[in-house]
């Protein structure tokens, strides 16, 4: 298999290489990681791979259709993998124009080109490739306290500029599935975490918040639930739809974890305790500064992964205790990364 990996230098993407790249198999002849190395893409987290003559890394925009026409041609690829995406609500709420440029716009470049390429193929090449398009679980809008699990069939209700951006390119990709016969997938995820997450989502934020003693905000009351999936974990669904999904159909991927913001936020605040205690030996917990909610916060996210489960026979492995002691051990044993400043609201205690 030639692969190509958009976004392959960030947080989910690098993942996925290693899986790609670093399992005991002859399948990968060749990658390519396309990424424009915005904020969130690091060089330093494919670097590992830079001298494995099957990896390929070009700095590019998504946007340039020339560009991904040219490296499905050049590199014979089989399997097109989207993770190329612009995705922290914060980010949308102050600057929606990005969000519609990469997420919609990009996608659809991307989705002409490898229609145009799909169709020049031979077979059984053609019979071969796949284009698998990562998506959110924030498609599908928010659940009540006792609403069951979002399914794959759950209405898409998006409420900020950012899952709404996603939920088009869904729509886009489903759209020349059926209209033009493009072999697609989508998977819809839950909340990831795991090492080389940007520091600006919930947990990567947590944990260098408190390394450098600084306030942990959390919005409004905590009590926002979310579904938390491991990177890896996440990578290994990703390479099982791939692998066994049917074309034109769409997977739910979660981690069967549902937590509230200030239990995740407590959960790393005593692991670090445990791991990195800090000088004066007090608690974590005592940085975490409530500050006022975001605008249109979904108060749920849960996802059913039972037809990702029937189809593929993946299962999340990771429990969510050792996920995090792997996260916060990953960050100390680590460089500093840039603590965004995205979270500018006044602090109220409660």
Known sequence: MRVLVTGGAGFIGSHFLDLLLDQDTTSIEETVCLDLLTYAGNLQHIEHHRKDSRFNFVKGDLCNQALARGLLRDHAIDWVVNFAAETHVDRSIEGPDAFIRTNVVGTHELLKASLDYYTSLPEPKASNFRFLHISTDEVYGSLGPDDPPFVEQSPYAPNSPYSASKAASDHLVRAYHHTFGLPTLITNCSNNYGPRQFPEKLIPL????ALQGKDIPLYGDG???????YVEDHCRAIHKVLEKGAIGETFNIGGNREMTNIEIVHTVCAVLDGIKPRPDGSPYAQLITFVKDRP????RYAMSIEKT???TGWLPRKSFEDGI????TWYLDSSPLPTPSHVRNHPRRP
């Open 206 to 209: 947590t944990i260098t918040h």
């Open 325 to 328: 002691a792997q996260t916060a």
């Open 309 to 311: 489960n029937r189809a």
């Open 223 to 229: 009590q926002n639930v979310r579904d938390w999936l």
């Open 296 to 299: 249109g916060h979904d108060r």
